[in-house]
Structure formats: C-alpha cells, structure tokens
C-alpha cells in the first residue's frame, strides 16, 4: 500500500513543461530538495539551470513489503492492549489506520485505541486521532515528544503499557526515559524517513534555511513538509525556520495538496499552474529572475547580482556572505544612500561602527573597482551610479 496518493505526489519530470536548455537561469542560486521518489530528476533538472542544490530527503514511505512489519507491530499493540498511547504526526496516524484497514484489522486497532488514553504531540495530530473517532486526553505544550513524555512521566507509568507511533525522527531518548521509569513500551512505525548512514541531512538543510544559506526549498509531498516540521520542533528550531521561510526563503510546491501544511503554518508557497515537476522548475526560475537578481549600470561597469553569483560587466566577483549581503542591499536601493544604521541592523552587527566599516572594507577590496561602494560622509553608503 503506497499512502501517497494524490497525483502531486505521483508527478514526474513533464518534458513539455521542463526543456532541456543551455542557459542558466538558476545560476548563484541554492535550493533544497526535500523530496525522495524521483529527486534525481529534480536535481539535475536544477542543476542544469546552474542551480547549487542541498538534498535532504525528508520522508520514505516504506515499500509493501516493509508494511510486513508494520502490521506485526500493530497486531502486538492490540494483543498487549495499551493503558496509553503516544500519536506524534497526523500522517502517521493515518497511515497507520489505512494500513491496518488494508490487513483486516483496522476495527480491532480502533477498539484497542478507544479503550487506552491517548496522548497527542501536537493540533495536526489531535485532528487525526478525532478524524478516526477518538478522543485524546492531553496534548504537548510545544509540539515535541520531551513534553509529552513529561506529561506522562508525572502522573505516574511504571507497570503501565505504552504505545507510542513513532515518525522519521525519533527521539530515542525519550523512549528510555518511559521505559527506564518502569514503563512497557511498544512502537509502531507507519512511515519511514529517509536518513543516510552517518549524516542528518535534513537538520542541516533546516539549518542552512535559518542562517540565510539558501534561496528556494521544495515540496512535492504533504508528508515531506510535516517530515520538516516535526524535525524542526525536535531540533527547537521551528519558530526560526518558519520565520525563516516567511521572509529570506521562498517555499515552492508541485500542488496546493503539498502546500496545504504551508499554508497552514502562514506561509504562501509558490504553486505551478500544471501540477508537474518541470511546471514547478520554471516557476522557481520565473520567481527567482524577477525577485532576487539585480542589475545595474554604475560608473564602474554593469552590475548583474544573481543570488550568490556576482558578475561586474561580465567577470565573476567572489564574495564572503557578510559583503554580498551589504551589497545586495546597496544594489536593491539602486543608488539611495542607506544609512549606517540599517546597514548595521541589516548585518546584525549590534550598531557597531567598527565592524560596518570591516564589512564595507572589505567588499571594496574584493572588487574590481572599490570606488564601486561610495561614502556619503555623517549619512551612509551608496552605489556610484
């Protein structure tokens, strides 16, 4: 049983929509790809375009196959009949009824869940565990598995069974803390997340999205995002990576399925006209060429800034990140002075004069012409256009 129906998640590389071409639209730009199932398609498409892109793999359903040990978990879970159980995510919640449907069990996992106390991690899972017809008794303050273990710790589990659906990063620990505190502890796990051998590929990605390293993220997959979320909120990086997304990165998405838990958490996603891959692919490159690259005609030559890549009348300019973000800021004011003070907040340097001056420096050294970057004296810095 694949749990990714709907057809955003089935979309493959549209050849109508994605030509091959020489340009390189996408050139100086860094995008995450999240996706699992045909990201080789994806990535190269971008890279073709000059893309740099980050893969992390946010979420593997498992193959059928795998759904074997699945349903073993479940029928012990309904053997052992639980006195509480754990529901982390809404997918998986779901995944894990639709499966035990699928094998004849579903009524009998039901009774099991009705009958023991259930415990939510956060609204999206309370919302799935009503939508099967059950009621929970507690939910986590801030939507991770610590507080809800908390929770469950102080009024008391020692000789209790516990069942806890388990999602693509668990919290092992936490799992010890009910078993080390004289508890059962049963798991399940509806669905599998992609986590390559020695690396956190996901946790890095979010983190290159909270610290400006990166331009695009992309969905093709509704569990993906959730995937994103649940690890943000393991990682307590979820309130930064939202803000993160709503203002430096742009989300973009194969389908208004995929961007629904986007939305939900007040972001507006870009979302292709055609629910195809090679639909999102120039939509991105359409959003990036008419937002993030500047140009402009100075005294010093034509100026192109292309995310990361900077050319000055066609030569290519390396830039440390605290200089190309100062410029990109004297760019975008297309030759107004902007003062010492909002360059300073720009670059979160505290109001330090010291360190604004290193920073203009030190963009001057690393360009052709230094007098490219223009001193206003007692007001600021501008562009010599």
């Not at 720009?346 to 010291?354: A, K, N, Q």
Request: glycine share 8%; proline share 5%.
């Amino acid at each position: 049983m694949n749990a990714l129906a709907p057809a955003e998640t089935r979309a493959g590389t549209d050849p109508e929509a994605a030509p091959e071409t020489t340009e390189s639209p996408l050139e100086g730009f860094r995008i995450g790809v999240t996706s699992h199932r045909r990201s080789k398609d994806l990535i190269e498409a971008l890279e073709r375009r000059g893309a740099e892109v980050l893969h992390a793999p946010a979420l593997k359903i498992a193959p059928v196959q795998e759904d074997i040990s699945l349903i073993e978990d479940t029928k012990a879970i309904i053997a052992a009949r639980p006195d509480l159980c754990i529901a982390t995510t809404a997918y998986g919640m779901r995944r894990w009824c639709e499966a035990a449907d699928s094998f004849g069990i579903g009524e009998d996992l039901l009774e099991t869940l009705a009958n023991c106390r259930m415990f939510v991690r956060g609204p999206k899972a309370r919302g799935a565990v009503r939508a099967a017809g059950l009621a929970d008794v507690g939910i986590s303050s801030d939507e991770t598995t610590a507080t809800l273990v908390d929770m469950l710790l102080a009024e008391g589990v020692r000789g209790k069974t516990v069942a806890v659906q388990l999602h693509g990063y668990t919290d092992v620990r936490q799992l010890e803390r009910l078993r080390m505190s004289g508890a059962t502890v049963l798991t399940v796990t509806p669905y599998r997340w992609v986590k390559p051998d020695g690396e956190d590929l996901l946790p890095r990605l979010i983190e290159a999205a909270c610290s400006g390293n990166l331009d695009v993220l992309t969905f093709t997959s509704a569990p993906a995002v959730d995937a994103m979320w649940s690890t943000a909120h393991e990682m307590g990086m979820y309130r930064q990576l939202v803000d993160a997304l709503r203002t430096n990165v742009t989300t973009a998405v194969v389908g208004p399925v995929t961007a629904q838990p986007l939305i939900d958490a007040g972001l507006s996603p870009l979302i292709p006209e055609r629910f195809r891959m090679g639909a999102l692919i120039r939509l991105v490159s359409e959003h990036l060429a008419l937002n993030h690259v500047r140009r402009l005609d100075t005294r010093s030559g034509n100026v192109e800034l292309r995310g990361r890549c900077l050319r000055i009348n066609g030569q290519a300019v390396e830039l440390a990140p605290a200089p190309l973000l100062l410029l990109r800021a004297l760019l975008g004011a297309g030759g107004a002075v902007l003062s010492r003070e909002s360059l300073s907040e720009l670059l979160e340097l505290r109001g330090s004069v010291h360190a604004l001056d290193m920073t203009v420096s030190r963009l001057r050294s690393a360009l052709p012409d230094g007098r490219l970057v223009e001193t206003v004296v007692k007001r600021g810095y501008r562009i010599r256009v």
